[in-house]
């Protein structure tokens, strides 16, 4: 695996001190040095004198946190741009706020080919229903406007933007007044997405590394796809990575392979694997999840795209091929293929080799006891995004209306996943959910289901540490010498210990315990800010003096 590297990484040596370390290498470190983009050092301030005279720089920490950056798991970089310098309805209240939106936006941008906007939950609404086509005709003035759901698996569209897709009716997924899914979806997407020049694209790509800079996150997983984005989208990202200070990517291709030769194409692109957003389904919050049994708002059981035969010939050909394969799968009937064409593959290939490949599943909301101790055994990892749970989890949420409540209750079961010894990367899917790490922290272990939860320094590893495991790197993502210097410093209240039961109000601050405290993330309290985000040795975020 070719590392995403910073360009130009400084030579200088850094001394930080008079703060927290948050390290393995040393639970009670209140000091670090940093030299040629790694971790040189961790440990007492007062062994940190001995560093003092032969340092280019010391950083005085006045008590604050420094961590391991942070690593998104999923995240769609352009989408995230986009939304944070166009259109987001994902806080719109209701469908008359989310279409007073668009015709201010519309308004507002009359020299945009096509209007994009994204967010819209319907659900949320008292209407309880999405904007109509006539509605969004009149709120456009008649132009081709592509809003896409919260969950980005379907859509609603003007109809000057269908007249820019030839066919589009006759595709699946194409209803004549209601969200556009599946094959009609891609379509509409991509006529949108060719109206955005390479010059918004980079505007939008810098926009969503900067804005993930200023979370403390260091590594981005980018999800790109021929039925997501473009080859020209990432490579135009890896690039911009390569050239420009800011969080690492690492580039996923989501494209089906049946043979290890088609793995250069993959590569080509400098992707690291097949996976990401390979769809074996949809989602829940647009029906397209594929279940076992029907949704309980629908009399059907959502959509697969991929069997267990095809998920098997992918995973065989990219294990054959060195090459990390990975799937979407969020319904239970979707897992199963999953798990049924992964065990066909290493039948084919060998159990050894396909756990040594670490293929991902992305999302695996909806699992069994049987699915995940599939996962433990064949080495899959599970790249999961929390903040899911809290915006659609709980007796009321969009979950129990989908899904019913008792099976709502259990999805996302993220402490019987490390039970049973599945490796966690945690993600936000942004622009799903958005870039914010101690929040996704915090819903792991906040889990709307009691059971689920996690302990904050188990969740805080799956956001840090996991992320680089995820992609076969075991010794980054942790502040200890040798490692990459990827840290961010933090604002924070007290340091405690939390766990995800009923002690979870009885915090062990007693430094005797040997464990590192973490910030107090209970529900209500204020998250860390972050002061300074350094990837490789080199500061790619730092707050402005107020």
């Known amino acids: 695996m070719t590392e995403p590297t910073p360009a130009e990484a400084p030579s200088r040596t850094v001394l930080l001190r008079g703060g927290t370390v948050h390290s393995p290498a040393d639970p009670f470190a209140t000091a670090m040095v940093v030299e040629r983009g790694s971790v040189a ?13 032969g340092v280019d720089e010391t950083v005085d920490l006045n008590g604050a946190l420094v961590t391991a950056a942070f690593t998104d798991a999923h995240v769609h970089t352009t989408a995230t741009g986009l939304t944070l310098t166009g259109l987001d309805l994902s806080d719109a209240r209701t469908l008359t706020d989310a279409l007073d939106r668009v015709r ?7 020299a945009d080919r096509v209007l994009l906007g994204h967010g819209w939950d319907a659900t ?5 229903r999405p904007p109509s086509r006539a509605e969004l005709d009149a709120a456009t003035g008649g132009r081709p406007l592509y809003l896409t759901r919260v969950d980005v698996h379907s859509a609603v569209v003007t109809s000057a933007l269908l007249d820019l897709v030839p066919g589009v009716t006759g595709r699946s997924g194409y209803a004549a007044d209601a969200p556009l899914t599946g094959d009609a979806h891609h379509a509409v997407r991509a006529a949108a997405h060719e109206s955005v020049t390479p010059a918004q694209r980079t505007a939008a790509q810098r926009a969503a590394r900067a804005h993930a800079a200023a979370q403390g ?26 050239e420009e200070p800011g969080p690492r990517v690492f580039g996923y291709w989501a494209e089906a392979i049946t043979e290890a030769k088609e793995a250069d194409r993959i590569r080509e692109l400098g992707a690291i694997g097949a996976a990401g957003d390979l769809f074996v389904d949809g989602s829940l919050g647009s029906h397209t999840a594929c279940l076992h049994e029907p949704y309980a708002d629908a009399t059907h059981t959502g959509v697969a795209h991929h ?9 065989a050909a990219c294990t054959e091929a060195g090459l990390q394969a990975g799937f979407h799968a969020i319904g239970d009937a979707a897992v199963a293929a999953v798990v049924e064409g992964v065990r066909a593959a290493a039948d084919r290939v060998g159990l050894a080799r396909i756990r040594a490949a670490r293929h991902r599943v ?3 909301e909806m699992l069994t006891p049987e ?14 995004q929390p903040a899911f749970d809290a915006a659609w989890g709980g007796e009321d949420g ?10 709502a209750r259990t999805l996302n079961p993220y402490a019987a996943l490390l039970r049973a010894g599945v490796p966690l990367a945690l993600g936000s899917d942004s622009p799903v959910t958005p870039l914010d790490p101690w929040g996704t922290v915090r819903a792991a272990a906040f889990h709307r289901t009691p059971e689920h939860r996690v302990s904050v320094r188990a969740a805080f590893t799956a956001h840090t540490r996991g992320g680089w495991r995820a992609v076969g790197r075991d010794d980054a993502g942790v502040l200890v010498p040798g490692a990459p210097a990827d840290y961010a410093v933090w604002e924070t209240g007290d340091l405690v210990v939390q766990v995800p039961d009923s002690r979870v109000a009885d915090w062990s601050t007693d430094p005797r315990s040997g464990t590192p405290g973490l910030p107090d993330l209970t529900p209500g309290r204020q998250l860390p800010v972050c002061v300074r985000t350094v990837v490789g040795g080199r500061t790619v975020h730092e707050r402005p003096n107020e």
């Open 104 to 110: 201010a936006h519309a308004a507002a941008h009359p």
């Open 307 to 315: 069997d267990a035969a095809a998920i098997a010939a992918h995973v």
């Open 41 to 53: 050092w961790v440990g007492s301030e007062g062994a940190a004198d001995s560093f003092a005279d």
């Open 371 to 384: 699915t995940i101790a599939a996962f433990a055994e064949l080495g899959l990892t599970a790249s999961v």
């Open 124 to 128: 949320r609404w008292p209407e309880a």
């Open 217 to 242: 996150i260091g590594s981005l997983h980018e999800c790109a796809g021929p039925d997501i984005s473009s080859p020209e989208d990432l490579t135009g990202l890896l690039a911009l990575a390569a």
């Open 398 to 407: 969009m979950y129990a209306q989908r899904l019913g409540r008792e099976r």
């Open 362 to 364: 992305e999302h695996a």
